[in-house]
């Protein structure tokens, strides 16, 4: 046994729903786990020889941690560093509109959700989200390019996108800064229907107030503006 990977209790997606998890064990986890382990490192090294991947990652490994890893085994357990500095173009949306203690923020002119339009070396703060069940407000509508994000938002101090390196970072900021129930807002957050059961795009209300025109960092769930799909 040349590496060891964690096997035990690894949460998965699920088939019930979309935001389903269960859990498994055993090597089909394992394996897994290692391949996206040599991937990540191929995005980075693209010329690297499957021998070189084998050594970076046998390299890498945290030694010493396996508790009987076996005769002849090499006492290695899988470690991958995602901290390596972001390069995408971020995708950044504006406050559109204010109207008293409610703000639309929304993709414009300059929004490029397919691509990204602001680069990693520029600094901008985070819209982040409380989804806290909120009514919808008298005169707001909400559809799906004009949802409702049932919550607040508020801006966090301005970031470097080299900084947000995943997604649990950028939520990581916005809880540090404002609770551990906030996190980054989200494309597709706004909410519309019977119930607002379904979810939209492109905009949405939420309470808060910002400066219309003010950039801002939102995070997108399906298209390659960041590194987190």
Do not use: K
Not at 39 to 49: Q, V
Not at 66 to 86: E, I, Q
């Amino acid at each position: 046994m040349d590496l060891f990977a964690p096997g035990l209790q690894i949460f998965v997606a699920a088939l019930t729903s979309d935001t389903a998890l269960t859990q498994f064990n055993g090597t089909s986890l394992a394996a897994p786990l290692v391949a996206g382990a040599a991937a990540l490192y191929l995005h980075d090294h693209p010329t690297a020889s499957p021998a070189e991947v084998r050594n970076a990652l046998q390299t890498q490994a945290t030694q010493g941690v396996v508790v009987d890893p076996g005769g002849g085994s090499a006492n290695r357990m899988l470690f991958v560093n995602l901290t390596r500095p972001a390069t995408h173009a971020g995708l950044t949306w504006a406050a559109v509109e204010q109207r008293g203690g409610v703000v639309h923020v929304a993709a414009d002119g300059q929004s490029n959700v397919y691509a990204g339009d602001t680069p990693s070396t520029a600094a901008r703060p985070i819209l982040c989200l409380l989804v806290d069940g909120s009514a919808v407000p008298a005169g707001i509508t909400p559809d799906f390019y004009n949802g409702w994000a049932r919550g607040q938002v508020r801006l966090s101090p301005a970031v470097f996108g080299s900084q947000l390196t995943s997604r649990g970072v950028a939520d990581g900021i916005c809880a540090t800064n404002f609770g551990p129930a906030w996190r980054m807002a989200e494309f597709h957050d706004g909410r519309y229907g019977p119930s607002l059961a379904q979810s939209g795009g492109w905009s949405f209300w939420a309470f808060g107030t910002i400066p219309t025109g003010t950039r801002f960092w939102t995070a997108i769930n399906d298209q390659p503006a960041n590194p987190w799909n």
